[in-house]
């Protein structure tokens, strides 16, 4: 770790670009299995917002792994390298009052709660909202766009989540979607709803 730097806080604080933007931050962070339907969410929700006339970024697994995070593979410590990473970024975003949407598998509940913690150690505290796109494994496959549970089942893919990795499903989610019942809108619905519920929007 460098030790020659030094933080440099900002002239402009939270609360003042909150006002002047008519906006809270906060990261509604998405996880769920390979194929469960994070992103296809994330995408449809970030749209809302915007229409909404809300400032929403998306930040998704795939994406962020062509450059941000394209030097991590699927290793358990590579995994929790890339979720702090965007933890980070995610905690970033929400302080500029950003609506941040994050879809990452994030299968680990130590690495899910790291980034929880980040958002909690603001100054003021950032709302972090997990979102568990719920989705059988059965679902997952017959979905499977890319062909990723059939590969993983027959050995070309290692450490792949739900067959030769680990899922640690939320305990107590703030928002749950049984993605098995529940379409894209009505999801992008639940999402609206409790974000208007809570007064974040």
């Known amino acids: 770790m460098a ?13 003042e670009r909150s006002s002047l933007l008519s906006q809270r931050g906060l990261t509604l962070w998405l996880t769920g299995l390979s194929a469960s339907g994070k992103s ?46 965007i933890a980070e970024v995610s905690t ?41 796109v719920d989705a059988s494994i059965e679902e997952c496959e017959k979905r499977d766009p890319k062909g990723l549970y059939k590969k993983a089942k027959a050995g070309e893919i290692k450490e792949f989540t739900g067959i030769s990795a680990p899922y ?3 305990e107590k989610p703030e928002i749950h979607i049984d993605a098995d019942k529940t379409s894209v809108e009505d999801a992008v619905r639940i999402i609206t709803e409790y974000l208007l519920e809570h007064k974040y929007i």
Do not use: M, W
Not at 3 to 15: A, K, L, R, W
Not at 52 to 81: C, H, Q, T, V
Not at 104 to 127: E, G, M, N, T, W
């Open 3 to 15: 030790t020659n730097i030094t933080f440099h806080p900002g002239h402009v604080s939270y609360e």
């Open 168 to 170: 640690e499903a939320p």
């Open 40 to 85: 296809t969410i994330a995408t449809a929700l970030e749209q809302h917002l915007l229409h909404l006339k809300k400032s929403a970024y998306r930040l998704d697994g795939d994406n962020i792994r062509f450059g941000l995070n394209k030097d991590l593979g699927f290793s358990p410590k590579d995994r929790e390298e890339n979720i702090r990473r």
């Open 92 to 132: 970033l975003f929400a302080s500029s009052t950003t609506i941040t949407i994050t879809s990452f598998i994030s299968p680990y509940k130590a690495d899910r709660q790291v980034a929880r913690d980040l958002h909690a150690a603001h100054s003021p505290a950032l709302p972090f909202i997990e979102v568990f």
